[in-house]
């Protein structure tokens, strides 16, 4: 593509002296009087910042002195070239930037970030999410942190984290023989079973006791609070299945229960519940 841009551009210079033997041309430098550029008349070809750092595979001589300087003239040899470096294909250096906002995975507001510069310009810089880490700016956001502290999450993933717990469905299987009461090392264990590693004190059942077996609450569901890192909060479906050790006694298992609604153990928890239902099908239909 390049040496298709270069032959076309080359292809439109025309001498404006007709008489110059191109001998001559070739022998001294054009000047703009010599040279009738004329634009491009592709549209598809546009001229493209880049940059070539070539060097001579064979020594020019030296002119002695008192010499013509126009005499001595250049050998085919010393027209070759090797090249050195090309920039296009070099590694660019990580721009830093200072957020303005709180974003996800990378930093909190006011937290000086290092990020290719692509990534800089167009999803940072533009949308107005960060300015560059300039002396100036390091100097007027020194005190953003401490000014938006209560707005800071507690870590650059904590945030991601309740939004991907709040898409769960925990599955919580109690025994179908002996009586038992949930509490929070059931619910710890439920969410190791999915590989979630929650302690007990992160965890918030509801205020109401939940006690069985009953299969009046099969595949019925419950709210729990998980706290994370002691400031945010994730709202976490819980559904209780039953299960017994003999196998003839075991309740038909429903497929992929996750995505289906299931119905409330409080009628109070009916309309968040919902919410996350309809959170987790949007999701899911957008992966989809």
């Known amino acids: 593509m390049m040496l298709r841009l270069l ?32 634009p491009v008349a592709d549209p598809f070809l546009q001229h493209v910042r880049t940059t070539f750092i070539l060097r001579r595979k064979n020594k020019v001589p030296l002119v002695k002195a008192r010499q013509n300087p126009s005499k001595r003239r250049l ?27 709180s974003i ?14 692509h990534k800089a310009r167009n999803e940072l810089l533009l949308p107005g999410l960060a300015v560059y880490a300039s002396p100036e700016n390091l100097k007027k956001y020194s005190n953003f942190v401490q000014e938006h502290k209560e707005d800071q999450p ?26 038992w009461q949930i509490e929070p090392w059931h619910i ?30 099969e595949n019925k569901e419950f709210l729990v609070r998980v706290k994370i890192n002691d400031k945010e909060e994730a709202l976490v479906r819980c559904r209780i299945h039953h299960y017994a050790t003999d196998v ?9 229960f996750w995505k289906h609604p299931g119905e409330p153990i409080f009628p109070e928890e009916a309309s968040v519940l919902n919410d996350l239902f309809i959170n987790y099908k949007a999701r899911f239909s957008t992966n989809k």
Request: hydrophobic letters at 35%; zero cysteines.
């Open 7 to 38: 032959v076309h551009s080359l292809n439109n210079l025309h001498l404006k002296n007709v008489g110059l033997p191109i001998s001559q041309a070739a022998g001294r430098t054009l000047t703009a009087r010599d040279v009738d550029a004329k």
């Open 75 to 101: 050998k085919n040899r010393h027209f070759i070239y090797e090249l050195v470096e090309d920039t296009n294909i070099k590694k660019k250096e990580p721009v830093k930037v200072i957020l303005t906002t």
């Open 104 to 117: 996800d995975g990378l930093g909190s507001k006011g937290q000086t970030v290092e990020v290719s510069q």
């Open 154 to 179: 507690s870590s650059e993933y904590s945030r991601q984290t309740a939004r991907s717990l709040s898409l769960r469905v925990i599955s919580v299987s109690m025994n179908m023989s002996n009586p």
């Open 188 to 217: 710890r264990v439920a969410f190791r079973k999915a590989g979630i590693i929650v302690p007990e004190e992160a965890l918030t059942l509801p205020s109401q006791p939940i006690t069985g077996p009953d299969l009046s609450l």
């Open 248 to 256: 003839r006694e075991r309740l038909p298992w429903v497929r992929e």
